[in-house]
């Protein structure tokens, strides 16, 4: 039996779950901009990304679960994560809510380490360690809060999401470091196979 009749097709569960994250970017970016001071609108928002979100914890498990881990889902769940939470960070620093230092840090690292997946396919597929999943579990976390709302939030709730926000911060240049390594390994790897 070839591998082309063993690997899963690219039209399964998982992948639609990822292909909705990505349409839902462009919908949570109009609902957190258009209405960002009206309550109802925040919470409608931050609704829309928890279920964004969850599609992110769902694919995986199902993809491992009915093996149905593709090259375009290993790929394309990781761009669609990079979309919406980069969706997030960049619409939180528009509205002054999160420092735009923050943001282009987080940017830097998110889409860097994606282009270097890409560039790296060519050795093998990267696919997403733990340490990732925590980072991307972290920054949601910090995400939903700070989506509903700092200004209408108790201070506790306040300093709570701060802190979640640098955890997800340090995890996220952390994390990155980690794939660089890993980067590195590989193609040296790769380069002493060939030799």
Not at 63 to 69: D, F, I, Q
Request: net charge positive; charged share 15%.
């Amino acid at each position: 039996m070839s591998d082309d009749e063993t690997r899963p097709s690219n039209i399964n569960v998982p992948n639609a779950l990822t292909v909705l994250r990505i349409v839902l970017v462009p919908v949570f970016g109009w609902m957190l901009l258009a209405h960002a001071h009206e309550g109802s609108w925040r919470s409608a928002s931050t609704i829309v990304f928890i279920v964004a979100i969850l599609t992110d914890f769902v694919d995986g498990r199902v993809a491992r679960k009915y093996n149905l881990v593709t090259n375009f889902g290993k790929i394309w769940d990781s761009v669609a994560d990079k979309a919406l939470t980069g969706m997030a960070f960049i619409g939180l620093s528009i509205l002054g809510e999160l420092p735009w230092w923050m943001t282009i840090l987080i940017l830097l690292r998110e889409w860097g380490i994606t282009l270097m997946r890409v560039f790296m396919l060519k050795y093998q597929v990267m696919a997403a360690n733990r340490g990732g999943k925590l980072k991307t579990a972290t920054q949601a976390l910090a995400i939903i809060m700070f989506c509903l709302g700092l200004w209408r939030v108790p201070i506790w709730v306040v300093v709570i999401a701060w802190s979640v926000m640098i955890v997800a911060f340090v995890l996220t240049i952390l994390t990155g470091l980690f794939y660089l390594c890993d980067a590195w390994r590989i193609r040296r790897d790769a380069v002493d196979h060939r030799q």
